[in-house]
């Protein structure tokens, strides 16, 4: 599972991937019956707390034990999430069970009625686009196979276009501070619920706005110390298992412009900075990819819509509705660089980045603990 600068790593659909947690864990057989690949606590747990810890890949946690002693101690190893390695696209693979060229939220801005959709502030150039995208008609398969499993989530998230898109049907549990997440999680336990779904965004957003080195430092050491929280917290019998949506690599301002013969081929962008849709113009799109390959081949993967739907990057189906919300050509990043789009704007530069299939975006943990 390592990408190289020929090949990326593309997602294993049908083995370990993060579309296969909550399939695994609310199949017939429960944690009777998991998958080899899940960490040893989990297997006959009587009760599982999934906790999603944005922004986390596997080969920074590995180079920072020290930071993360109690996940460094954790049972498991590394599996992959999904293409592209965005947090639109993997959570709503995690929730739904299913791959992006299934669900169809496939990418963090994609182009669906004629528009680019910011999945994640579910808007379009033209505003709030909840009315006019609705949500559940947009990404309409339940999470969690249709069960009512709770998801302890930052409050302000409830009723976000993006919460109903990718976590319909599900029970929000809101918190407005991650201590009182921690007490969330007991209060369900005692319950007797038996998964219990836990999202924390910290460490992406630390990593995007800082990059690599000291406030990523410290935001690993308080994502470590909830996860102690919560084992300390744990019933017998009780597992916790860590996973992430993605990882990171520090791009900083390594922004990389549109190639001069590129730019006349092309009517729109969308995606993202390290997984870039480019869309041709009528008639372009042959001469687009060629233009493409020439300008930005050193930097990247430059694959067209054929090819990435045919070698399984989106899983080994893509509905008409996926496919229709690509573009013709796409730039993946292999290198540490973003391919810039001035409409893909936020409040602050990014300095880390993810969306790519490079082992370090593609790579995050499944571990686990479990009590008594």
Known sequence: ????????????????????????????????????????????????????????????????????????????????????????????????????????????????????????????????????????????????MGSTVPVVTKAEFAGSGFSMAHLGGARHVGYRATSTMVVQVRHLLAAGEKLIYAYYDGIDKVAHEFGFGPYLDAELRAADDLARLLLADLPTGTALLVTADHGQVHVGDRLVALGAGVVPLVAGQSGEGRFRWLHARPGAAAELLAAATDAHGALAWVVSIDEIIDEGWLGPRVTSAARGRLGDVALVARDPVSFDDPADSGPFPLVCRHGSLTDDEMLVPLLAGRAG
């Open 1 to 144: 599972m390592v990408a190289s600068a020929a090949q990326p790593l593309v997602p294993d659909y049908a083995g370990r991937c993060v579309s296969n947690l909550v399939p695994s864990l609310l199949g017939p057989g429960g944690t009777g019956a998991l998958p080899s690949w899940f960490p040893a606590p989990v297997h006959g747990a009587d009760q599982v707390v999934l906790l999603v810890l944005d922004g986390l890949g596997w080969n920074h946690l590995r180079a920072k034990p020290e930071l993360a002693p109690t996940l460094s101690a954790l049972s498991g190893e590394a599996i992959m999430t999904v293409a592209p390695s965005t947090t639109a696209t993997a959570l709503t693979s995690i929730a739904t069970g299913l791959a992006p060229g299934e669900h169809g939220i496939v990418g963090y801005r994609f182009s669906t009625r004629g528009e680019v959709l910011n999945v994640l502030r579910w808007s379009t150039p033209t505003g709030d686009a909840r009315k006019r995208l609705v949500p559940r008609e947009v990404q309409p398969v339940p999470a969690f």
